[in-house]
């Protein structure tokens, strides 16, 4: 049996920052996750905006951590070596019933202490983003909404996590959690049992079956799909600012937005499912982003599509952002219904938990030699010419691109397979470094991606899999 200090259960955002948190501190950790990958579900699959909080429900748990979390991301994004970029967003109104609550809008942004906001006038807002409906009549810029790379963002935490001493247990589902005498006594995995004293329930979409296992499932979580649109770098149609409409009670809406890779990204959906693993995209879903998003930018060009994809948010019910710990239950702690801003306040809940931990008594000493930084991995085609050639003369794998739409290079993907906590899957290294996310989705790069990975792991290339288990991309050859 393994023995540690804490269980972190779920390798998302909100996972791997908490785990990063702890590594400054003397405390042994082990994450654990059923899927093969960092990166939990949610947190690979969202909008990629890091929010301010305006809208959020005014003295909330959610709002707190939000706004606390925004001004933080440049410094993170510095220290990790994340894509990160201030673009701001505008929330246009194109309706007088629309135009009636941008009071209202405004009034919560300052009830959550998000002071910036500005009303805009059409024309304003035009000058600003041409593409726009001519027919807006005013609406809110809000200057702090950010893009940022979820994928590397998660990486970062869980490689700097581990590089601090944080074990990771990829592929390791939790089937119980024991107790004893009124605490946490140890976690059973599919790979061993794990003594432990503290265990932190961060499994978002699956929270609830992992509270069920200690008796504290007072909530139901249930999936909440978005779909979207991941255009081409060279639509027709772009935006600079993330145009967001009017949200409603369930969603902020559909929106179309810059990613910080480029791409304009359309959607998404908001459509509560029973199924906690359906991410299927549907005729119906798409339609409906493309008739809200053409009242915001009636030019948007849809045919410019490179792929469609979908996400699941895990929407507690009763809803709402909970953090909890019991008094009968030592060692326990839950979090509950994390949901869009997930991503945006991770930094911040992985703060929030630690603090919280040692005012419920746990005396946690830091670290004399804390790294607080993690180099990501050097995006070839954005080196000067001079820096390109010394990387091929060090390393000629620099020189062979494999994927022609993104320019990446083997050099690239060795990198991505051989770093901490690395690529095992085709999926693991599109999300490091984009090979297979261009224009041809992986077409012509994609069978090189798997020769690379079949070599570098030391197996048969019918073992390759897209990502989890099961999904094997090849099945065998064609001919000898």
């Known amino acids: 049996m393994q023995k540690t200090d804490v269980v972190v259960i779920g390798a998302g955002a909100v996972g791997c920052a908490i785990a990063r948190e702890l590594s400054k501190y003397c405390v042994d950790v082990i994450v654990v996750d059923k899927n093969e990958d ?45 894509p990160f970029k201030k673009v701001g967003a505008i929330l246009p109104a194109m309706t007088d019933e629309q135009f009636e609550k941008l009071p209202e809008i405004k009034e919560k942004a300052f009830k959550n202490h998000v002071y910036d906001v500005e009303f805009k006038t059409g024309k304003e807002l035009l000058e600003m983003e041409p593409n726009l409906n001519p027919q807006v009549k005013g609406g809110l810029v809000i200057p702090r909404e950010s893009i940022i790379d979820p994928f590397i963002l998660v990486q970062a935490y869980a490689e700097n996590a581990y590089a601090n001493g944080v074990k990771f247990m990829l592929n390791t589902k939790v089937t119980d959690i024991k107790t004893e005498n009124g605490a946490i006594k140890s976690v059973v995995t599919t790979n061993g049992e794990i003594q432990t004293r503290y265990v ?35 639509t027709s149609c772009k935006v600079d600012h993330i145009v967001l409409p009017i949200p409603t009670k369930v969603t902020k809406g ?14 998404p959906t908001a459509e509560e499912q029973e199924s906690k693993i359906d991410k299927s995209t549907t005729y119906n879903g798409l339609e409906s982003i493309a008739t809200d998003v053409r009242n915001l930018v009636p030019n948007v060009n849809l045919k410019d599509t490179i792929t469609q994809y979908s996400g699941l948010r895990p929407n507690r019910n009763p809803e709402g952002l909970h953090f909890d710990m019991y008094d009968d239950l030592k060692g326990y702690v839950n979090l509950s219904g994390v949901r869009s801003t997930g991503l945006t306040l991770s930094v911040a809940m992985g703060k929030y938990v630690v ?18 930084t993690r180099k990501g991995i050097v995006k070839f085609s954005e080196q000067s010419r001079e820096e390109q050639e010394r990387l091929i003369k060090e390393n000629p794998l620099y020189g062979n691109v494999v994927c022609r739409c993104e320019t990446i290079t083997e050099g690239e993907i060795m990198d991505a397979i051989h770093r901490p906590l690395g690529a095992k899957s085709v999926d693991g290294v599109k999300r490091r470094v984009r090979a297979g996310m261009g224009r041809c989705q992986g077409g012509f ?36």
């Open 200 to 234: 932190i329930n961060s499994a978002a979409l699956y929270c609830d079956e992992i509270a069920a296992m200690v008796g504290k499932a007072d909530y139901k979580v249930v999936a909440r799909k978005g779909e979207f649109y991941i255009l081409d770098k060279n």
């Open 38 to 82: 960092v990166g939990g579900d949610a947190s690979k699959s969202n909008s990629a905006i890091i929010h301010t909080g305006y809208d959020a429900t005014p003295g909330s748990l959610e709002s707190q951590l939000v706004v606390a979390a925004n001004p933080m991301y440049e410094q993170l994004a510095k220290d990790l070596d994340v």
């Open 254 to 267: 559909k929106l179309m937005c810059p990613t910080i890779h480029g791409n304009m990204l359309v959607g």
């Open 445 to 480: 790069c994609g069978p090189k991606v798997i020769e690379i990975l079949s070599r570098e792991l030391k197996v048969d290339p019918k073992e390759i899999t897209k990502h989890n288990q099961g999904s094997n991309m090849v099945v065998g050859k064609t001919r000898d």
């Open 355 to 372: 603090q919280q931990i040692i005012m419920h008594g746990e005396k946690l000493k830091l670290k004399e030699n804390f790294i607080p």
